[in-house]
């Protein structure tokens, strides 16, 4: 980075820094001890926090000790920062012989001398992440040195940075919650047969995929099956009308099977068949490596062939690649597709939340963000909501937003740019986008933003329009 570009990004960082801090407490151990003169200041490489404690006020015991550990904090993410020990004059002796082997060599150390002025000057430094543009300063306080784990303690926020108003957006409730499942069985039939024989080759573990889809669904409670689709294929190597009854009939012959086996109504099946399977082999020929696979993908993709003309073309000039693709490739190329149809009712939010560990399929969108209102935005359960939410509704734009922001919340703003990628142009988005500006402190593009958003329709964009101001 040049010397420019360096100083214009100090600046506007501490630009920002000066606009949105705040201070929020000015005391610790009871308004015994005063702060002042706080400051935050970053640039590209470094953290800089200062402050001074007036110890004027504080009477300590001579065997007591206080340990005070200040942190960078922002959602779960935190850092350490040196600690600092007052010690009454008895603590002050056992301090200083063996004080060292309970505290890191560089805590700032003193002993209180009641009824005189005392000020403790602090500085610290330590390397800039960028989550840390958004971070509290916040002070854990163990007033009795007992020690034990730093989070524990009681914490004192004594610096919060003013974070951008983060968008989330309530998705759409689904009038009607609809879901599938889906799968591949290569049921055997004799040749040029259209008979089914259960106990046929692999005929057992490859009905039995089909079965426990159905039965998936069937056995749930929560769940209504509403259509079953079969869809039969077969191969190419005989005449396409031979191969189009074949795959139709076989089709059918499995509806017969599965509706008798589980006694479901004849009415919810819907039964399709495609003659012969030519992208199903496009795809073997193209990732395999036969000695004529190029003019074999070009046969295959020539339109103005029928279906016969190509399968004879293959096997007249291409002989031992056509014996291989039979042996091989066509077997795989009967199969019969299925897709389980089913219908899921409403959750509480209370179900919804067991259902978010076990099933979250099940649940719409709506559903899983009224389950994380139920945490506090930027915790790990709140955060985990909205990952399993865009997991399960990867293409939607809300549960991409959504997301967005829970990583912004937790100081992971790559990961925000990803999933912003896929979450639109609408108005919210952009409102999104704008917040994701302000953090990256791009400002003149966070105004851009944020005014084609309010432009837009968005709500509350003039609260993150006001922190630019």
Not at 161 to 190: H, N, S, W
Not at 403 to 420: P, V
């Amino acid at each position: 980075m040049n010397k420019k570009i360096y100083i214009m990004f100090a600046v506007v960082c501490l630009v920002l820094a000066d606009a949105f801090a705040q201070q929020t407490l000015s005391s610790l151990a009871g308004n015994s001890i005063k702060l002042d003169n706080l400051r935050v200041e970053h640039t590209e490489n470094s953290l800089l926090v200062k402050m001074n404690l007036d110890l004027d006020s504080l009477e300590m015991p001579s065997n007591m000790r206080f340990v005070f550990t200040p942190m960078v904090k922002y959602g779960e993410k935190h850092v350490l920062l040196p600690q600092i020990v007052l010690n009454g004059r008895k603590q002050d002796l056992s301090y200083r012989r063996w004080g060292y082997k309970k505290f890191s060599s560089d805590v700032v150390a003193l002993r209180r001398k009641n009824d005189t002025r005392q000020t403790l000057n602090y500085s610290a430094t330590l390397p800039f992440e960028a989550w840390m543009k958004n971070c509290n300063i916040e002070i854990a306080e163990d007033l009795c040195g007992c020690g034990g784990e730093v989070l524990d303690q009681n914490l004192v926020v004594v610096h919060k940075i003013r974070t951008p108003y983060l968008p989330y957006v309530r998705p759409k409730a689904e009038a009607r919650k609809e879901r599938q499942e889906e799968g591949r069985a290569f049921v055997d039939f004799p040749v040029d047969k259209i008979t089914l024989y259960p106990d046929y080759r692999n005929n057992p573990q490859e009905l039995n995929k089909i079965i426990q889809t159905i039965n998936l669904v069937k056995n749930d409670r929560n769940t209504t099956i509403t259509g079953i689709r079969i869809h039969g294929f077969a191969s190419p190597e005989s005449p396409y009308e031979h191969n189009a009854w074949l795959a139709e009939n076989r089709a059918r012959t499995l509806k017969d099977y599965v509706c008798r086996l589980l006694q479901l109504e004849d009415r919810i099946f819907t039964v399709s068949s495609t003659p012969e399977d030519w992208d199903g082999l496009r795809k073997y020929v193209e990732s395999g490596n036969l000695e004529h696979r190029s003019e074999i993908l070009a046969l295959i993709d020539d339109r103005t062939l029928e279906p016969d003309a190509k399968e004879w073309r293959i096997k007249q000039t291409y002989p031992e690649d056509y014996r291989f693709m039979l042996e091989h490739w066509y077997p795989a190329l009967r199969h019969s597709d299925y897709v389980v149809t089913y219908c899921v009712r409403p959750f509480s939010v209370e179900e919804a939340k067991l259902l978010l560990k076990t099933k979250p399929q099940q649940l719409s969108l709506e559903e899983m963000f009224l389950v994380a209102q139920t945490y506090q935005p930027g915790s790990q359960d709140f955060n985990e909501v909205m990952e399993i939410a865009v997991r399960m509704f990867p293409d939607d734009e809300v549960a991409n937003i959504n997301a967005a922001c829970a990583r912004m919340e937790s100081g992971d703003l790559e990961g925000a740019r990803q999933y912003l990628e896929k979450a639109g142009r609408s108005a919210d988005a952009l409102h999104v986008r704008g917040v994701l500006a302000i953090l990256e402190g791009n400002v003149g593009q966070a105004r851009q933003l944020l005014e084609e958003a309010r432009n837009g329709g968005a709500q509350r964009v003039e609260e993150n329009l006001l922190l630019l101001e």
